[in-house]
């Protein structure tokens, strides 16, 4: 199978048409059409139920786009990960991404840590909105990730847990809730005049809801201090709480863990030496 033929497959699966699979892809539909029924023929099995409105996947197309994605992902990482030590003189640097506003003094302190190691290299840390540091090291723009469950998926990661916390709602100081000495899930994401914010899926697009459409955390603390949203996150953000705020702890939130993750067929000396620095400085319970 080709690279080529999988690209190929996953525009038509994304656009669920042909037509326009072909006009995202800058080719003709007859042989894109012919390339996807050559691919069904090798594999021994539909890939697509056609219908005249569109076309919707099998189960073993389903199995197809998910493996699909993670083998071209795997591919451009590769390329992206030569390039980067082909133009670099030396010790290539680490590319480090963490979720912009998040986990900011445990970073700080990482990154003092490992710049003291003899081995150490440089670290180039990339921040980026919720939901797309996965993403970033499945693909290879980046080389180590600090990842938190149960929001992010570690799925395909060597991971090594840095601290596991409960979760605070961050709300206007001063707002009758504030007075509470805990909050359930439920009570803490049904204020009234305070709804928590939507973040943007990896395409962009906003889920649903009455809440703020944000992309980083210090939009959310100005909502927040104006009185105009509130928000649950892990403890550790009491640290970028100023005045106008307050913190109220959810009582049944689940615990979040936070986690240094990098691919498993990683070779770089320069991430195993900052995992092992992370390990050594972070002794936090495993979950």
């Given at each position: 199978?080709?690279?080529?033929e999988?690209?190929?497959?996953i525009?038509v699966?994304?656009?669920?048409h042909?037509?326009?699979?072909?006009?995202r892809?800058?080719?003709?539909?007859?042989?894109?059409s012919?390339?996807?029924?050559?691919?069904?023929?090798r594999?021994?099995?539909?890939?697509?139920?056609?219908a005249?409105?569109?076309?919707?996947?099998?189960?073993a197309?389903?199995?197809l786009?998910?493996?699909?994605?993670?083998?071209?992902?795997?591919?451009?990482?590769?390329?992206?990960?030569?390039?980067?030590?082909?133009?670099?003189?030396?010790?290539a640097?680490v590319?480090?991404?963490?979720?912009?506003?998040?986990s900011?003094?445990?970073m700080?302190?990482?990154?003092?840590?490992?710049?003291?190691e003899?081995d150490?290299?440089?670290?180039e840390?990339v921040?980026?909105?919720?939901?797309?540091?996965?993403?970033?090291?499945?693909d290879?723009r980046?080389?180590?990730?600090?990842?938190h469950?149960?929001?992010?998926?570690?799925?395909?990661?060597?991971?090594?847990?840095?601290n596991?916390e409960?979760q605070?709602?961050?709300?206007?100081a001063?707002?009758?809730?504030?007075?509470a000495t805990?909050?359930t899930?439920?009570?803490?994401t049904?204020?009234p005049?305070?709804?928590?914010?939507?973040?943007?899926?990896?395409?962009?697009?906003?889920?649903e809801?009455?809440?703020?459409e944000?992309?980083?955390?210090?939009?959310?603390l100005?909502?927040?201090?104006?009185g105009?949203?509130?928000?649950?996150m892990?403890?550790?953000?009491?640290?970028?709480v100023?005045?106008?705020?307050?913190?109220?702890?959810?009582?049944?939130?689940?615990q979040?863990?936070t986690?240094?993750?990098w691919?498993p067929?990683?070779?770089?000396?320069?991430?195993?030496?900052?995992?092992?620095?992370?390990?050594?400085?972070?002794?936090?319970?495993?979950?």
């Amino acid at each position: 199978m080709e690279t080529r033929e999988l690209r190929y497959f996953i525009a038509v699966a994304e656009e669920a048409h042909v037509g326009r699979a072909a006009e995202r892809l800058g080719m003709a539909q007859p042989p894109l059409s012919r390339a996807i029924a050559q691919l069904e023929r090798r594999i021994g099995a539909d890939l697509f139920v056609r219908a005249p409105r569109g076309m919707t996947l099998t189960l073993a197309g389903e199995t197809l786009l998910r493996e699909g994605r993670t083998a071209l992902a795997a591919v451009e990482a590769a390329e992206r990960r030569t390039r980067r030590t082909v133009a670099t003189p030396g010790p290539a640097p680490v590319v480090l991404t963490a979720k912009a506003g998040a986990s900011s003094e445990l970073m700080a302190k990482l990154l003092d840590a490992y710049a003291a190691e003899p081995d150490a290299v440089d670290v180039e840390v990339v921040l980026s909105p919720p939901g797309h540091q996965a993403l970033m090291l499945r693909d290879g723009r980046a080389d180590v990730a600090i990842l938190h469950r149960p929001f992010d998926d570690l799925s395909g990661f060597d991971v090594d847990v840095l601290n596991v916390e409960d979760q605070v709602l961050i709300l206007p100081a001063g707002h009758p809730a504030s007075r509470a000495t805990s909050l359930t899930v439920a009570e803490a994401t049904s204020i009234p005049g305070l709804p928590t914010p939507r973040w943007p899926r990896l395409d962009g697009t906003y889920p649903e809801g009455p809440g703020p459409e944000l992309r980083d955390l210090t939009q959310v603390l100005q909502l927040v201090r104006l009185g105009r949203a509130a928000i649950v996150m892990p403890e550790s953000a009491r640290v970028n709480v100023r005045d106008g705020l307050a913190v109220v702890p959810v009582s049944d939130a689940a615990q979040v863990t936070t986690v240094i993750a990098w691919p498993p067929q990683s070779v770089s000396s320069g991430v195993a030496s900052l995992v092992r620095t992370a390990s050594r400085l972070f002794d936090a319970p495993r979950a």
